[in-house]
């Protein structure tokens, strides 16, 4: 009789899960109509970018020089096209996201909202676990105990939040598009850690997950 009722919960779950997602595949749209407004999706950057900001002021000069410290005179030409692509493409996905009404009221914007204020919440958290940590000494308390770059995760979690919150698929793709552009970027970085840190922060790849969950290990010749 349990394993009957358990089974009869999984379903409903089940049915319930695939309905929201039909709701949610419904409310999204492709290109959605562009326009100057009030509750356009600018706000939600307002308040990524407003948040860092003044986060960023409680910083020290010190603090704030290694946030943004990375050599890229050593990056391959293909790093460099992949860095600027995707850059690029963020802009694109910003362009977008300003002059995109919010779907205020619709499944697609509860999720969204729900996405982006996680990723606010986890993008602040990590960069206290950075501000935190001594200037001569690896980043890996706090999130960066679970994952090796959350200010990252973070980020794309919040953007993806965003995309849902306006409704829009194509705004989706390019943030999705830019993230796996950006992958050079974060593999130099670590490259650049290892040369710094050596087998301290050899250690600490071998225990924590590039992004979440997934361990991933990095070649002494590197990946591109």
């Known amino acids: 009789m349990r394993l009957h009722r358990h089974s009869q919960r999984l379903a409903l779950l089940a049915a319930v899960a695939e309905r929201k997602v039909m ?3 419904v409310e999204m749209e492709l290109f959605p109509a562009l326009e100057l407004g009030w509750f356009n999706g600018w706000i939600l950057l307002v308040v990524l970018y407003g948040a860092f900001g003044i986060l960023l002021l409680t910083f020290p000069r010190a603090a704030v020089a290694r946030l943004y410290e990375y050599d890229r005179s050593r990056w391959s030409k293909k790093q460099k096209a992949y860095y600027a692509i995707g850059k690029l493409l963020i802009l694109v996905n910003l362009i977008l996201t300003i002059l995109t009404p919010l779907r205020v009221g619709s499944t697609v914007f509860v999720l969204g909202t729900i996405l982006f204020a996680i990723g606010l919440t986890g993008f602040n958290i990590a960069l206290l676990n950075f501000k935190n940590t001594p200037l001569d000494q690896p980043v890996t308390k706090g999130l960066y105990g679970v994952s090796r770059h959350p200010q990252v995760l973070m ?15 194509i705004a989706l793709l390019l943030i999705v598009t830019a993230a796996l552009f950006g992958r050079s970027r974060t593999l130099a970085e670590e490259r650049a850690l290892l040369e710094q840190y050596s087998d301290s922060y050899r250690d600490y790849m071998e225990r924590v997950p590039r992004y979440l969950l997934i361990r991933t290990h990095m070649e002494e010749k590197g990946e591109d």
């Open 23 to 25: 709701i949610v595949m």
């Open 155 to 169: 980020l794309f979690v919040a953007g993806v939040g965003t995309c849902l919150a306006i409704g829009s698929w």
